[in-house]
């Protein structure tokens, strides 16, 4: 099979380089009271962050780039509506489906990662019949997380570096593999979600199946309960479902200090904006783009691959 390695040398540093380009000359102001220190720390993060990026580029020109039109029947502005009854049901079969298969086991990060990677990496050399490699590099903390304190994780699509911000319980292994697909080179959000939640239910690893299944889940609870928070938690209250789940759920939309609430309120329109002057839904991609593109691909008559990557 034919075989491509983008390099991803910036995520091999021991710090954001967006970061180190950002605040160095301020650190450098407030510590040694001048400035140039600073921006030629800044200057020589800069040029590392473009020599990789562009080393990234060139590497992609190579990359068969997987058509969702044609191997999955749908794409993210040909999605049908999934009807709020086939959700509910929806929503009951995969309660009882991880309720049966709960493992409380967990991967240490670095190695979940590497797994996780291996696992995205096969699943979509299935599709294109090319393995592309890259980095299974994973930071703890990135300036990003001031910005977008509702995020779990994040990756610079220029960079192909990944921050996670939070221990995300047994989301990690989706949250990591979501990131990883924009590593590969997919920048849409909708395209993530699915190519993470298939790779991982191909994956035959319990952990990774689990995560896949939870995140449907959290999803499909989001769409039915839309804004209203409370709504979302009585949702999960009356799923049969053990309670270690439950918590799992519960965690995803706790109830925020005032500071992140104001700052997520604000960010949150502005990214939904950004995705959708980039040919994307918005921030609905995430939950209603994500449960609408399983069920079109499920029932499409003209995808090439078959129905049963949709199924739990």
């Known amino acids: 099979m034919d075989e491509i390695r983008i390099p991803n040398d910036a995520t091999y540093a021991p710090f954001s380089l967006t970061d180190i380009i950002a605040t ?98 096969e699943y979509m050399a299935g599709i294109t019949g090319q393995r592309v490699y890259t980095s299974s590099e994973v930071r703890d903390f990135t300036l990003a997380k001031l910005i977008f304190p509702f995020a779990m994780g994040v990756c610079d699509v220029v960079s192909g570096d990944v921050a996670l911000f939070r221990d995300t319980g047994i989301f990690e292994p989706h949250v990591i593999c979501h990131e990883f697909v924009h590593r590969k080179g997919y920048w849409k959000e909708l395209h993530a979600q699915a190519l993470s939640y298939m790779a991982l239910m191909s994956s035959g690893d319990p952990v990774l199946i689990q995560s896949a299944l939870a995140e449907r889940l959290h999803r499909q609870l989001k769409v039915i309960a839309g804004e209203d928070h409370q709504a979302y938690h009585d949702l999960v209250d009356s799923l049969s479902m053990r309670s270690e789940l439950k918590d799992e759920m519960h965690s995803l939309r706790p109830d925020a200090g005032v500071y992140e609430s104001s700052v997520s309120v604000v960010m949150k329109r502005l990214y939904d904006e950004r995705l959708k002057l980039t040919g994307q839904n918005g921030l609905s991609d995430y939950d209603l783009g994500f449960t609408n593109f399983l069920w079109t691909f499920s029932k499409s008559p003209r995808a090439r691959q078959e129905a049963r990557h949709a199924a739990f």
């Not at 999605?79 to 489906?97: G, K, Q």
């Open 24 to 121: 160095a000359p301020l650190a450098s102001r407030l510590l040694l009271g001048a400035t140039l220190p600073g921006r030629v720390l800044s200057a020589a993060a800069l040029g590392v962050y473009a020599g990789s990026a562009v080393q990234d580029w060139i590497v992609r020109r190579d990359m068969r780039w997987i058509d969702f039109s044609k191997e999955f029947g749908c794409d993210i502005k040909t999605l049908d509506e999934m009807p709020e009854s086939a959700r509910r049901d929806e929503v009951e079969r995969l309660a009882a489906r991880l309720d049966d298969g709960f493992t409380a086991e967990r991967i240490p990060r670095a190695e979940l990662a590497v797994s996780v990677n291996e696992h995205l990496t």
